[in-house]
């Protein structure tokens, strides 16, 4: 009798152990899991419950907020200035989720981040319903007005950097959205929209300042002529050869230059005057003497092939460090297999009047504790390397700077205001508009910028040249930024 008793006792015992192990690994273990599944209404219920801090700009203007609503998710996230800022702040949605800043500052927004947790033990004893904190941007609302009146509806985006420091200053793509589409709580409403963006062959949902990538046509060639001062062996002043055709090796084709004559009296240009008039053969014949080592390694230095961070995502922009033959030749004017999004096109730029130094491009001004206004946290500008000796700087500032004095660029001109730009047209095949393309910085006193603008559909093959099109976008954004 005592032996089946103690076995009923030992499996009794068992089972308890069992049932003590599985309620623990699902309740402690893997309570985080449990709680992050898409799927958990109770999980869903609490985060839309809590209000949500606010997304800021310059004097604090909310472009994304929480309202509360009469309905089972408490809180209504709302967008005041709809499209214009939706690429930055992304969406908030019960059921897409989120991207943009919603997405890479969710933990300090949502009150669920580290450095909060003072604050949400504070709560818990007072019995006040927790909330999260607020997130300024660094972006100026006058420049993004301007970046996107600027733009007028056409396909394209614009970056504005402080290159002292790496704060966005504007961020504009197009077209753009509503998030407030995305962000309702009517199901039904918010699928429709969702179909009807992702079904839009413009993919109006992504951020072009970011997350796309294009060749970046003739405004590589700073990367070149970088390059080429950086070696030691040439000097703004060294004449290259310019002909009307440059015949390439390894092929019976030839690279031309947009105007079909050439560069200059003998077929030589001097480096300064070939960036000026933008001579695709002098840059094709620099790009096969430095070589693919060179141009790939200035390209790094710049930020390409770098892992970038807002702290949006950015896409890595690339150079083809094993280019070779003729594909060399068109990497180093910005064509092949050269991609970069035009963030990195701004880098280029604000490094260059940064005395060459490239600066972690950043988004984020502060975050603050709603209730105290105690900043949480506040980036400090930080120095990702030096892409250019200060020398180089100069004469590549110089350069650019007979750019929009006399040469492609004279649309940015803005009486009175120091300006450097270099115009880009970057081919996309037969048949096909031109990417349109300018980058530039602007100084006047202490104040500071630099631009990048790219317009996809900017008319006829003929008219869709960068000076033409993208550097009277840019003057007006530069205007905006030194203006204020």
């Known amino acids: 009798m005592n032996r089946p008793l103690r076995r009923l006792s030992a499996v009794v015992a068992f089972l308890f152990f069992a049932l003590f192990a599985s309620t623990t690994w699902i309740q402690f273990v893997r309570a985080g899991d449990l709680n992050a599944m898409p799927g958990n209404s109770r999980q869903l ?44 702040t992304g969406y908030y949605s019960i059921r ?46 006058e420049v993004q007005q301007a970046a996107w009146d600027a733009l007028d509806g056409r396909k394209g985006a614009v970056v504005a950097l402080d290159p002292a420091t790496g704060d966005v200053l504007a961020m504009v793509s197009a077209p753009s ?8 709580h009517d199901g039904a409403a918010a699928g429709q929209a969702w179909e009807r963006l992702t079904g839009d062959e413009d993919d109006p949902l992504i951020n072009r300042t970011t997350g796309a990538l294009y060749p970046p046509g003739s405004t590589f060639k700073l990367v070149t002529a970088a390059a080429a001062l950086e070696s030691g062996d040439y000097t703004a002043d060294t004449l290259l050869a310019g002909p009307q055709e440059l015949d390439l090796p390894q092929t019976s084709n030839t690279l031309s230059n947009d105007e079909g004559t050439a560069c200059g009296p003998n077929d030589q240009v001097s480096l300064r005057d070939a960036l000026r008039i933008s001579c695709n053969t002098a840059f094709g014949r620099l790009g096969l003497d430095l070589g693919a080592d060179a141009l790939d390694a200035q390209a790094k230095a710049f930020g390409f092939e770098q892992p970038l961070s807002t702290p949006l995502s950015v ?46 491009p950043n988004l984020i001004a502060n975050v603050r504790d709603d209730d105290s206004l105690d900043v949480v946290e506040e980036p400090s500008p930080r120095e990702l390397g030096r892409a250019v000796s200060s020398g180089t700087a100069a004469t ?21 205001v120091d300006v450097g730009g270099k115009t880009g047209t ?41 000076g033409r099109l993208s550097a009277p976008v840019a003057k007006r954004v530069m205007e905006a930024a030194l203006g204020g």
């Open 315 to 360: 896409t890595q922009s690339t150079y083809p460090e094993d280019a070779t033959g003729p594909l060399l030749a068109y990497s180093a004017i910005g064509q092949g297999d050269d991609k970069a999004t035009p963030l990195q096109v701004a880098m280029i730029s604000a490094a260059i009047a940064n005395d060459g130094v490239v600066m972690q």
């Open 96 to 141: 897409y989720g989120t991207s943009g800043v919603e997405r890479a500052e969710n933990d300090v927004l949502s009150g669920t981040a580290d450095e909060l947790f003072y604050r949400r033990l504070s709560s818990l004893l007072t019995g006040e319903e927790p909330k999260g904190a607020s997130v300024t941007l660094t972006i100026r609302p």
């Open 45 to 88: 219920y609490a985060e839309f419950g809590r209000e949500r801090g606010a997304i800021l700009v310059g004097a604090g203007q909310a472009v994304a907020t929480s309202a509360p609503v009469d309905d089972a998710y408490q809180y209504q996230r709302q967008y005041p200035a709809g499209e214009l800022y939706a690429p930055v």
């Open 426 to 466: 970057a081919q996309r095949g037969a048949g096909q508009t031109p990417y349109a393309w300018f980058t530039s910085w602007a100084q006047q006193g202490d104040r500071q910028v630099a631009v990048a603008v790219v317009i996809e559909d900017g008319g006829s093959v003929d008219s869709a040249y960068g």
């Open 396 to 416: 590549l500032q110089d350069m650019m700077r007979a750019v929009v004095e006399s040469g492609t660029g004279t649309r940015a001109r803005i009486d009175g």
């Open 177 to 184: 959205y509503d998030p407030n589409a995305l962000a309702t």
